[in-house]
């Protein structure tokens, strides 16, 4: 019997974070503690030195927003708060170290601020205020050439405001490599050098998306602060940030950090510090009045920690995970889709991951992004690859796992095995652009495309039908709309309207999974049929092991086995060993897999010299189609004596007589007694 085995495989979820420990995504609200310092350093150039006073000004400052409160402020030594800056000043200073910093207790709030319409693209009218967002900086050169060129062609076309910003939102993220093994963590490079060497850190990835903005006439302004990560890459998990505003007309500044695939909000953990025009601006300016002297500033010094989270909240999103094949072969590629649904009134931008599953590979990344309109419903979908190099004999069980940040999760799986349809590359992703193609054709939702197959299993020497039910539930007139499989058949569907499309199937063996898809300018359907194709029933009469020759007094064993040579299953195999009026008879209602057949015999029941054996297998298919085969081999009986010989024969007279039907009894009976009869008559007559 063949050995199964379900194996589970632990589901690994990108960033190895448990449920419990996405306070950050998912926390209705966070108290902060910020502290923020540093120290600036006379150095004296000669003994007879005089500093009057030393003006610090930190720009580094929170302040009350949308997302964030202050609760507590504190600043060490006391500062004076004008125009969002700290201002700190030491007259005539009698230490050479001037410490300064504050310390402050933030509560943060995880909300969107929602765009509930769709605001046109390209930007029609706009206050005066927000020109500056548009112009060229020294970092975000927003007039460079590669960088117009690059955003124009992935915005055009496209007449949606909101779309337009999270398409060059997505082309940044998927695009630019964060790399912190380049001088750009220390050194912020133009987001022309980004756009060329396609890496940096959070600032350039910020800088080269609003660069891009602002080429298409999009303000956008750059945002320093903190934020929270648990990539193990930082040994600090609260650290600077950079990411951008970008501005709506009728909704204001909406937040998008191209770096964590935060796009129209930003979690928690963000912590507003600065908003500048570019990213170079200084975040500490010193001026000092002396004689023979120099200031030396030190870099600010910032660290958070989470005090307390408040709430939860509830995921803007639902999540569906379906797989496309329930079982495939080693090797196989397969289909995984997650069904998004934005449960909001306005656009939500969701990035979707996939877990990780040993013996699994995932093509193209785990993340997808997938923005949605309000009430909109979209899918993404990965592209997965099984080992080839699985044990055979074994079945083995897949979890896959598809979630969001938002703690929207979902789960299903696939199984494989050695004898299931193994799924080529090209054609999973030739379904796959299907699905997409059948996503960007909005009217497809309108078709309703029903096929299926009179039969799930027949014979390859047999035809199945294939019936498509097609219906036009919109308000569109489908003009030559092609039916395909194998072949096209070209129909005009009405408003309302629906018709009946057959196809013939004639295939070879095996499992298959096929398409039949519904096509024009306007839609692009497909539905999917399984069904099996048999093979003939098919026995084969393999390994016999006989001796060659035997002698009178021997004992010995006929081996042979039935070996089952076709994926379908003989019906009804009836198998007969037969030698010298001897045979023995085996009937099977099914036959599964192959079987060894032993029969014991002795010398005894030969005859003398050659014995010929024979095996004869009937067996029928599930149409009642006979079929069968046969094989022989001989035996001789050697070395044989006279008393031997009577023996042989007076045991084959027995055996005749056991296997004489009645019938042929009476015959013989009354044979024997026309016989007597007749000898009785002529000895009678011969005494006369």
């Known amino acids: 019997m063949r050995k199964i085995i379900f194996i589970l495989i632990l589901l690994l979820l990108i960033n190895n974070a448990a449920a419990q420990e996405d306070w950050f995504y998912n926390s209705e609200a966070l108290d902060i503690n910020l502290k923020v310092s540093s120290e600036a350093v006379i150095k004296p150039a000669s003994s007879s030195y005089n500093v009057k006073y030393v003006l610090v000004n930190i720009s580094f400052v929170p302040q009350d927003d949308i997302n964030q409160k202050i609760l507590r402020f504190e600043t060490e030594p006391e500062g004076k708060i004008e125009n969002g800056a700290i201002y700190f000043r030491f007259d005539n200073p009698t230490k050479k170290n001037l410490d300064f910093g504050y310390d402050a207790d933030i509560r943060t709030f995880n909300r969107i601020i929602g765009v509930r319409e769709k605001i046109p693209f390209p930007i029609e009218e706009m206050p005066a205020e927000y020109g500056i967002y548009l112009q060229s900086g020294d970092i975000i050169d927003s007039d460079n050439k590669a960088i117009t060129e690059l955003a124009s062609r992935l915005v055009e076309g496209e007449d949606d405001l909101f779309v337009a910003v999270s398409r060059l939102a997505a082309w940044t993220k998927n695009n630019i490599r964060y790399n912190l093994s380049t001088l750009t963590a220390e050194v912020s490079q133009k987001a022309s050098w980004v756009l060329e060497n396609r890496q940096g850190v959070c600032d350039e990835l910020t800088s080269l998306f609003i660069a891009m903005l602002r080429s298409v006439g999009i303000p956008a302004r750059f945002v320093s602060g903190i934020a929270y990560t648990d990539d193990p890459q930082f040994p600090e998990q609260w650290g600077a940030h950079g990411w951008a505003e970008v501005y709506f007309p009728s909704v204001g500044w909406v937040p998008f950090d ?259 898809r519904a096509s024009n300018n306007d839609v692009s359907k497909t539905a999917n049929i399984e069904f099996n194709v048999m093979d003939k029933p098919s026995v084969k009469i393999i390994d016999i092991k006989n001796p060659y020759n035997v002698s009178f007094e021997d004992v010995f064993s006929v081996e042979f086995e039935l070996s089952k040579a076709s994926d379908s299953n003989p019906i009804d195999v009836g198998i007969d060993f037969a030698q010298n009026g001897f045979s023995k008879s085996w009937n099977i209602e099914e036959f599964f897999e192959s079987r060894k057949f032993v029969v014991k015999l002795d010398g005894k029941s030969l005859k003398a010299g050659r014995n010929g054996f024979d095996i004869f297998v009937k067996y029928n298919d599930r149409n009642g189609r006979e079929y069968e085969t046969s094989a022989g081999f001989d035996i001789y009986l050697v070395n044989v004596t006279l008393w031997q010989k009577f023996q042989i024969e007076f045991f084959q007279f027995n055996r005749s007589l056991e296997n004489l039907t009645v019938q042929n009894a009476v015959l013989i009976i009354m044979g024997i007694g026309v016989v007597f009869i007749l000898v009785v008559w002529y000895v009678f007559r011969k005494k006369r």
């Open 258 to 516: 191209v770096t964590y695939g935060e796009f129209g909000y930003v979690d928690p953990t963000h912590i507003k510090l600065r908003e500048s025009f570019d990213s170079d601006e200084a975040s500490t300016e010193y001026r000092w009045l002396g004689r023979d002297v120099d200031l030396e500033a030190n870099k600010l010094d910032i660290k958070a920690d989470k005090l307390s989270t408040i709430g939860r909240v509830e995921s803007p999103i639902s999540l569906k995970a379906n797989i496309l094949e329930d079982e495939v072969g080693f090797g196989s590629y397969n289909l995984v889709e997650a069904e998004i649904e934005n449960l909001k009134d306005y656009y939500v931008s969701a990035e979707a991951y996939i877990s990780k599953t040993e013996e699994l590979e995932v093509l193209d990344g785990y993340f997808r992004q997938a923005l949605l309109q309000p009430k909109e419903k979209k899918s993404v979908y990965w592209l997965l690859k099984v080992s080839d190099k699985l044990q055979k004999n074994f079945i083995y069980t897949f979890p896959v796992a598809v979630g969001t940040l938002w703690n929207s999760s979902s789960e299903t799986s696939f199984t494989a095995s050695q004898r299931e349809i193994s799924h080529s590359f090209d054609e999973m992703q030739g379904i796959l652009k299907q699905k997409e193609e059948e996503t960007r054709k909005v009217y497809s939702k309108n078709v309703n495309l029903d096929c299926g197959i009179d039969r799930k299993e027949f014979y390859d020497y047999e035809n199945a039908l294939i019936s498509c039910s097609i219906k036009n539930i919109g308000n569109v007139f489908l003009k030559d709309l092609n039916i395909c499989y194998e072949e096209c058949k070209k129909i005009d569907l009405g408003i309302g309207r629906d018709a009946v499309v057959n196809f013939t199937v004639e295939d070879s063996a095996g499992k298959k999974d096929i398409f039949v």
